[in-house]
């Protein structure tokens, strides 16, 4: 029986593809882990875009070739894990003290700092007054500069746009390859988050992790596409804190879950109100049809029209899902347990979410298609008689959006 085809091929091999990586600190390995399904399916990313921890792993894949993306990746993430533990496998003994190694963990990488990415300032740093940050991040410099070719990312085909906020103004920025040439001091500034991480100057001004102002970097994707009407555009959008979640039970679940809520950044109405936008231009052209050909040709409504020429969109939305034992310190925990279960997760929702892709009809003319391998309702909201099949809703508009539950 011959292969079924990847869904780059269904897609045709030279759609765009963007991939989208939110920031999280330690929880980054999981994107990782979602770029490396993306290879092994052959999925070929033409642009990349990352706020802060996503910069970071945006940089190792734009500015490497193919064969040496992942190998890039992992030499980053075990470089800036915390090996204790000899195996990832410890067998059930170890679940009830989970919680209590993770925080440990997360305590010891804030005392000591975290090899290759920062370092605690020394205590005459702190005399006569505080330094402007906890950690000096000179480390990931040197990192940078060895984990990434910035000839080939600032030349290469893989266009790379990172996020961060300048620190006088207060206004938001993207730094991309396309119009600038990119250093580690880019990728450095998109990851400044403060208290812990000092703001970073490039050219004559200073800046900051974009997560202050925006975590998801979706909206600036959609407004500088590069391409024609006719194209389909393929979106990866790999976030790392869940919208949703359990009612908090004690104070320190109620500071995880104001972080998720605050750093996941509106995910979920950022991409309806995308799409809603999406389908009102196509409305739009829809009505224009109607006119009088003498009306349709004029300046004023060509011009209007000339602003509606969407290409059809799909969004594959791939969520980092809390675990159990996992607290408020989950994303400056740099245990290597954590990073290579972060890792294998990435892996496999991806491949889930390329299978889910896989079995999706022909996308139409400007229309935006939402897939989310698993619904941020309840299950039974979006159960169908047929449990292998998924759930496809469309609205008034034409835009769909499948769930599939695990189950």
Known sequence: MPAKPSAAAARGGDA???????????????????????????????????????????????????????????????RVSVALLPSATLGAWFAPMRRWWDDGMAMLGA??????????????????????????????????????????????????????????????????????????????????????????RVGERWYRDGGIVSNTPLAHVLATLETGPDAPVTIFQVDLFNARGALPQTILDAAEREKDIRFSSRTRMVSDRLRERHQLRRRLRELAAWLPQTKRTSPAVRSLLAETADPPITLVHVIHRHKPYETQTKDYEFSRLSMCEHWAAGV???????????????????????????ADTPPRAYRRADPGAPDDRTNAAGARRTFETER
Do not use: K
């Not at 996020?163 to 400044?192: C, K, L, P, T, W």
């Not at 929702?349 to 698993?374: C, H, K």
């Open 16 to 78: 765009p593809t963007a991939l989208v990586l939110q920031g999280g600190g330690a929880l980054g390995a999981y994107q990782a882990g979602a770029y490396e399904a993306l290879a092994l399916q052959g999925e070929r990313v033409s642009w990349v875009v990352g706020i802060s921890i996503g910069a970071i792993n945006a940089a190792l894949i734009a500015g490497n070739r193919c064969e040496r993306r992942v190998e890039r990746l992992r030499a980053f993430w075990e």
């Open 348 to 374: 496999a929702d991806m491949a889930a979410s390329l299978q889910l892709l896989q079995r999706q009809p022909a996308i139409g003319p400007g229309e935006f298609r939402v897939l989310d391998r698993q």
């Open 111 to 200: 005392w000591q700092g975290i090899e290759g990415f920062f370092r605690p300032r020394p205590p005459w740093a702190w005399w006569p007054r505080a330094p402007v940050s906890v950690y000096d991040t000179a480390p990931l410099r040197e990192t940078l500069r060895e984990l990434v070719d910035f000839d080939l990312l600032d030349n290469g085909p893989v266009r790379l746009s990172v996020g961060a906020v300048d620190v006088e103004s207060g206004n938001f920025i993207y730094f991309d390859n396309r119009q600038q040439a990119i250093g580690a001091e880019h990728i450095m500034a998109s990851g400044a988050l403060p208290p812990g991480l000092p703001p970073v």
